[in-house]
């Protein structure tokens, strides 16, 4: 997959893959029992990224309005570094793991679907929309991607970045 030469150097910078959740890492549907307990589909190959990204040094946080224990489950399974639930606006969230993390703006990919992630897209070092997304959250952006949330469109900006740092063979190459 060729990428753009500026797409490239912003990604070459990214210390932090931060996400949301909802029309990301799952296809945004919510999905309930008949208890009233919610249920996530998330995609092994966006997890698998995530465990490898994580090996290769990089930090990860995700950032959702909404508070589910179904994500707390998954990010403690995947070791995720930073995890906000109940982020609403979610700009705090985003300051607050800017600092707890020791990076600026142009260290953080934020990879994001719906109106409540504009704000984020439009301060991060690499702003992403899921191919899914709302017209507004795509405006502006550095990359849509081509697999929409839930499909497998985390692991995809994830060797966009590897890639961009030169590390994607090492990745391939190591007993992960």
Same mark, same amino acid.
């Given at each position: ?56 040094? /990089? ?38 793991? /800017? ?62 970045? /590897? ?14």
């Amino acid at each position: 997959m060729m990428i753009s030469s500026k797409l490239k150097i912003r990604l070459s910078k990214i210390k932090v893959l931060a996400m949301d959740v909802d029309g990301v890492l799952t296809e945004g549907h919510l999905i309930f029992d008949g208890d009233g307990r919610e249920l996530k589909s998330f995609n092994v190959q966006d997890g698998f990224g995530i465990v490898i990204l994580k090996r290769l040094g /990089l930090k990860t946080a995700i950032i959702t309005a909404g508070n589910s224990q179904v994500v707390k489950v998954r990010s403690d399974y995947l070791h995720i570094d930073k995890l906000y639930l109940g982020a609403y606006p979610k700009i705090a969230a985003y300051e607050q793991m /800017l600092k707890e993390l020791g990076v600026n703006d142009e260290n953080v990919c934020f990879i994001g679907d719906d109106l409540t992630d504009c704000q984020i897209l439009k301060r991060v070092g690499c702003a992403i929309a899921v191919k899914n997304a709302v017209p507004e959250a795509k405006k502006g952006v550095h990359y849509v991607t081509k697999h929409c949330g839930g499909d497998g469109a985390v692991r995809e900006v994830i060797e966009l970045i /590897l890639k961009a740092q030169g590390i994607w063979q090492k990745a391939i190459a190591q007993d992960l």
